[in-house]
């Protein structure tokens, strides 16, 4: 199941500060909803259906993790807390801010409270206008048309008139100015659903490690002592192959990647798992093995107390890291801490995600990158 679904919202005022109230609503939308990608120029429009003061109106489209239910009634919350006051009465109505769901990607819903596509949205120019400053790859799901063939076949010949650009909450983060970000954390920290997101909403090359489909792992928790040295070749093996392969068909020059590890993870892991001599042998192999690995422009490395990594790691269910100690977790963070030290070349930004979850608040991802950008301009 894709984490991310892209939203287009359509926003409208007609009482008060029109340009405020709709410069509030964007952020406030970026800060509960979803990550607002882009947002339309600023129309001026006629209220629509009934005689009142002219609107201003914009869409935006916004990457979120949430179901449209979810995503209506966070909605609802927002325009309540701009001041707006639903009436019982039937019909359209004067307002310090409307927000519409105009299409969740090629979705279609219909149930008592929602309908998506907007039934009302091929009819009416101030929601078509703003979407097409969009640009978005989309066609209406029942009535095959993109948002250009809409706007041509529309019979609104409403005046809608372009007042002033906005600016897009995205903007303020320079992340997809590097060309190469790593995330690591221990196990449970978050790093590839954070790696994921970063991905999705920056447009980024996605490494994933592929630590699921090493035959050893299941083995080594249950015998650590036997299979700790088998089980850390394999990895060093397995991430240096396919950090290899998956760099190898990037221009790190050119293209944003963000990879949810790092192979010096190898060596924080072996470190803890392996016997001294042990240890002595993989790391003469390592050294040879990292020099030719690139380096990332920024190294995040997510911290988690273990009780958190604990609830985290029972909450994913996977068999095989139910048994893992409190103790073993604490070594690998220690280790982690330890080496990052000893990197005096590596960019890195340590961030305390204990209290963070990054898929049910959204505030929660933004202040991660919002450490990022601190880091980044600092």
Request: proline share 3%; hydrophobic share 40%; glycine share 4%.
């Given at each position: ?65 949430f179901?449209?239910e ?10 309540k807390?701009?001041?707006?006051i ?17 299409s ?41 048309k ?26 303020k ?128 490395y997510?911290?988690?107390n ?15 890291e ?8 604490d ?48």
């Amino acid at each position: 199941m894709k984490l991310q679904k892209k939203v287009v919202l359509s926003l409208g005022s007609n009482q008060g500060n029109r340009l405020e109230n709709i410069q509030n609503c964007i952020q406030l939308i970026h800060q509960k909803i979803g990550m607002v990608l882009r947002v339309s120029k600023l129309y001026e429009t006629p209220s629509w259906g009934f005689e009142s003061d002219a609107f201003y109106n914009c869409a935006l489209v916004l990457h979120t993790s949430f179901s449209a239910e979810k995503i209506l009634r966070k909605i609802a919350s927002i325009e309540k807390e701009l001041g707006r006051i639903r009436k019982d009465t039937p019909g359209y109505e004067a307002r310090i801010i409307d927000i519409d769901i105009i299409s969740i990607e090629e979705q279609v819903i219909t149930s008592e409270v929602l309908s998506v596509p907007h039934p009302q949205m091929q009819n009416r120019l101030f929601v078509l206008l703003p979407m097409q400053d969009l640009k978005l790859d989309w066609k209406h799901p029942v009535l095959q048309k993109t948002v250009v063939e809409l706007i041509s076949a529309c019979e609104d010949k409403s005046e809608c008139q372009m007042v002033s650009n906005l600016d897009s909450p995205l903007r303020k983060y320079h992340i997809n100015k590097l060309n190469y970000i790593a995330i690591e954390g221990n196990i449970g920290a978050g790093k590839t659903t954070l790696a994921s997101r970063i991905a999705g909403d920056f447009n980024a090359k996605l490494v994933l490690e592929r630590f699921a489909d090493n035959p050893f792992l299941p083995k080594f928790y249950k015998d650590q002592n036997r299979y700790a040295f088998p089980l850390e070749m394999s990895f060093l093996a397995d991430r240096y192959q396919q950090l290899a392969d998956d760099l190898s068909q990037f221009d790190l020059f050119k293209d944003f990647v963000v990879a949810d590890y790092h192979i010096f993870k190898s060596l924080i892991f072996a470190k803890v798992t392996l016997q001294e001599d042990e240890f002595r042998l993989y790391k003469t192999l390592f050294d040879i093995i990292y020099k030719e690995m690139p380096k990332p422009d920024l190294y995040v490395y997510l911290y988690q107390n273990t009780d958190r990594l604990l609830k985290n790691i029972k909450k994913r269910g996977r068999s095989y890291e139910q048994e893992i100690p409190a103790e073993y977790l604490d070594k690998i963070n220690k280790g982690y801490l330890d080496y990052i030290k000893t990197q005096t070349d590596l960019n890195v930004v340590i961030i305390d995600v204990s209290d963070f979850d990054f898929v049910k608040k959204q505030a929660d991802y933004l202040n991660v990158l919002d450490a990022i950008q601190k880091k980044l301009d600092s």
